[in-house]
């Protein structure tokens, strides 16, 4: 029994280093260039232990965050059936589970959202390496 637990112990640890691709840090990037409504995108991501632990993703403009725009999000809502809060919280939690930003799935009605979410993402995991 000992000796299985042994066996357990050091299989547990093999595969967190396999998949601990990372070193700890925050590592952020943000977009150079607004997109064509003036919002930039940036991303802050916390590694922990080789994992990612933590995702601040948001789009600004001029300080004004999409997270705090009820306005933005009702109508984005309206239009899309997802609001921007929506999407950026489930990808968040889909990057957390996935661990890879190449396989996170993209929101349906918020394409492009994801599409730059992904990519930012990438570019922070980059910084990790």
């Known amino acids: 029994m000992k000796k299985r637990i042994t066996i357990i112990a050091c299989l547990a640890l093999v595969a967190v280093s ?16 607004a997109d064509e409504r003036g919002y930039v995108a940036e991303i802050k991501l916390t590694v922990k232990a080789g994992l990612i632990a933590k995702i601040d993703y948001n789009e600004a403009n001029k ?12 109508s984005m809502k309206k239009m899309a059936g997802v609001s921007w809060v929506e999407a950026v919280q489930a990808l968040e939690a ?11 799935d993209a929101i349906s009605g918020a394409t492009e959202l994801s599409t730059r979410f992904k990519e930012l993402a990438a570019a922070a995991l980059a910084k990790a390496k």
């Open 94 to 104: 889909d990057l957390l589970k996935k661990q890879a930003p190449d396989k996170v």
């Open 63 to 74: 300080g004004n965050s999409k997270w705090a725009d009820k306005a933005y999000n009702a």
């Open 18 to 33: 396999l998949f601990a691709a990372w070193k700890d840090g925050v590592f952020s990037v943000k977009e150079t260039k």
